[in-house]
Nanobody, 113 residues
Framework: VQLQASGGGLVQTGGSLRLSCAASQSTFKLNAMGWYRQAPGKKRELVAAITSGGDTNYADSVKGRFTISRDNAKNTVYLQMSSLKPEDTAVYYC????????WGQGTQVTVSS
């Protein structure tokens, strides 16, 4: 399995970013996927998740601001982030729930105040 997250960067408060995660596994369309983040000195936390059928759930802190989606034809999961806040600053990782021990390289998101 390989998960390649991209799309991070530096953005001002209130700005938007779209993260992408390209997956290599052929079972992608059958697997639930998630986005997690880890800020310095903090534990990794769930941001959003999506099932193979498209059902989603979000951390309370991002509800109404972030949207997770997937394109099974492209083996890609997305995280659209809007109204970004400094507390959203973290390394963001995508995760395949069929490969619990695997964490690919994340992508850094920095929100300046």
């Amino acid at each position: 399995v390989q998960l390649q997250a991209s799309g991070g960067g530096l953005v001002q408060t209130g700005g938007s970013l779209r993260l992408s995660c390209a997956a290599s596994q052929s079972t992608f369309k059958l697997n639930a996927m998630g986005w997690y983040r880890q800020a310095p000195g903090k534990k990794r936390e769930l941001v959003a998740a999506i099932t193979s059928g498209g059902d989603t759930n979000y951390a309370d802190s991002v509800k109404g601001r972030f949207t997770i989606s997937r394109d099974n034809a492209k083996n890609t999961v997305y995280l659209q982030m809007s109204s970004l806040k400094p507390e959203d600053t973290a390394v963001y990782y995508c995760h395949d729930y069929d490969y619990l021990d695997y964490w690919g390289q994340g992508t850094q998101v920095t929100v300046s105040s």
